[in-house]
């Protein structure tokens, strides 16, 4: 009967709305990241070196505002303002009007990410939320893929414009599916306006590491789809699978059984933020060298994060491991 009980919180309402939230925001977001600084050639390493820059920024703010606000507003807001910023790149002329746009889209999207986070451990009862992290880890994982596979199709058919359309209105369908979760009340703790809480978790720094080398090489190979269209469905595919990789059980509950009981959501958010700067910092790499110097970084990257995490994260999960 227990077990029961916890499979059908897990499956609440809630709970499937935040997923699909998080799945439809990780999609709007995704599918223009990799074709932005198209038109800037090797000036969009500074496009993409901003957008980093804003989503370091936001975070040591994570944890003031999750306490400070009402929730469910961090999360919808900052997404808003996100979509809004994406709406902006089709009326932005000139690198200092893209080079704004790029560090709100970075901050605003730090936030959503960390709040979406907040808010699913929120709507899941407590003995449950280790397989609740895994699902929407794997709902964020899946949107990324499909957002940026929706996005070269459209890119290649239409116009970067359709993309930026599309997007907003797929970013549209995730803040209303946030906006009918129901969010209980928990009163003020009193945060500081800056810290690590709900940013990054430093027992987790080796395995943030590993993830970030492997999303950069994801975010090499996926601006290269755009770079080299004739190889779309093969480096397409390898994209597909090393992103689907990073919703693995394993790696989840990794970076949870790191974390003490109170710091779920802040292990959670460092996964995240590894995952997110490791694309960005992947689609700087392809803008600077858009040819077979990217392909060879990406390579050798990939390579090197699967054998750190076989001779170096590994072991040191088992040796550092709180629960």
């Known amino acids: 009967m227990k077990k029961n009980n916890i499979e059908h919180t897990q499956l609440s309402p809630g709970f499937r709305r935040m997923c699909m939230a998080g799945f439809f925001l990780h999609a709007a977001a995704y599918m223009p990241f990799p074709l932005l600084a198209v038109g800037l050639g090797s000036e969009g390493v500074y496009f993409y070196l901003l957008m980093l820059a804003g989503l370091f920024l936001s975070g040591p ?27 902006g790149y089709i009326y932005a002329d000139g690198l200092a009007e893209w080079g704004a746009l790029a560090l709100i889209e970075g901050a605003c999207w730090g936030l959503t990410s960390a709040a979406g986070v907040t808010l699913s451990i929120d709507v899941t009862e407590s003995g449950n939320r280790t397989r609740a992290n895994v699902a929407y880890a794997r709902w964020n994982c899946i949107g990324m893929a499909v957002g940026m596979f929706l996005g070269f199709w459209l890119y290649w058919q239409y116009a970067i414009t359709v993309v930026l359309y599309v997007a907003t209105v797929v970013g549209v369908l995730g803040i209303l599916e946030a906006s009918r979760i129901h969010v209980p009340f928990r009163a003020p703790m009193g945060m500081r306006l800056c810290n690590l809480d709900r940013f990054i978790l430093p ?23 755009v770079w080299e269209a004739d190889a779309f469905w093969l480096y397409g595919l390898l994209l597909l699978v090393m992103v689907l990789l990073l919703s693995a059980v394993p790696l989840v509950r990794m970076f949870v059984r790191l974390s003490q009981h109170c710091q779920r959501g802040t292990s959670n958010t460092t996964l995240n933020l590894a995952i997110d700067a490791g694309m960005i910092s992947g689609f700087a790499v392809a803008s600077w060298q858009p040819n077979e110097t990217s392909l060879y970084i990406g ?25």
Do not use: E, H, Q
């Not at 505002?65 to 961090?74: I, N, P, W």
């Open 61 to 87: 703010f994570n944890a003031y505002l999750g306490d400070a606000c009402y929730r469910k507003s961090v999360f919808v807001w900052p997404a808003a303002i996100l979509l809004v910023a994406l709406f």
């Open 203 to 225: 027992r987790a720094w080796l395995p943030a590491l590993n993830v970030y080398l492997l999303t950069l090489a994801c975010g090499v190979f996926a601006s290269l789809v």
């Open 299 to 323: 390579s050798v990257t990939a390579a090197v994060s699967v054998l750190m995490f076989i001779v170096a994260t590994c072991p040191y999960y088992r040796n550092k491991r709180v629960r």
